[in-house]
């Protein structure tokens, strides 16, 4: 999947007492950004569960907070796979304004049955989607 960027609008609701973006508002967007790349790919989350029956659930989260976003900024959050294999995902988001890096997330994603919740490799037509086993460079390592 070729890297997907998403708008972001920084409300009032995303902001503590100072205006900033609080902590938590980057892993809603990063939700966001990472449906709308599925959805962009063709891969909705409802064909999944519903073709399926598989669903994906984060698994980790590591984030980096490099500067703040304030109110009203405009913040476009990125989203890479890493790599792909077996029943995980490994993505690299970013919010990003004006091309500086604010928060940078690495996240896995676990794919499991719907019912069992047990781990299941990921479905085509995603994996194939995706990258399949393929291993992406972290950018700006």
């Not at 980790?60 to 009203?72: F, K």
């Not at 890479?80 to 690495?106: E, F, N, P, S």
Request: glycine letters at 6%; proline letters at 6%; charged letters at 30%.
């Amino acid at each position: 999947m070729r890297p997907h960027s998403h708008p972001i609008r920084v409300y009032f609701e995303d902001t503590d007492a100072g205006g900033m973006a609080y902590h938590a508002a980057y892993l809603r967007w990063a939700e966001r950004a990472r449906t709308e790349a599925l959805r962009e790919a063709g891969m909705p989350h409802h064909e999944m569960m519903e073709r399926h029956n598989a669903i994906l659930v984060v698994r980790r989260v590591e984030v980096e907070y490099v500067r703040p976003a304030r109110l009203d900024d405009l913040v476009t959050l990125e989203t890479r796979v890493l790599a792909a294999r077996g029943a995980t995902i490994v993505l690299d988001q970013r919010a990003r304004k004006d091309g500086a890096d604010l928060a940078v997330m690495r996240v896995e994603l676990a794919c499991l049955d719907r019912d069992e919740l047990r781990p299941r490799r990921i479905p085509e037509p995603w994996r194939t989607a995706i990258g399949g086993d393929a291993v992406a460079p972290v950018p700006g390592a």
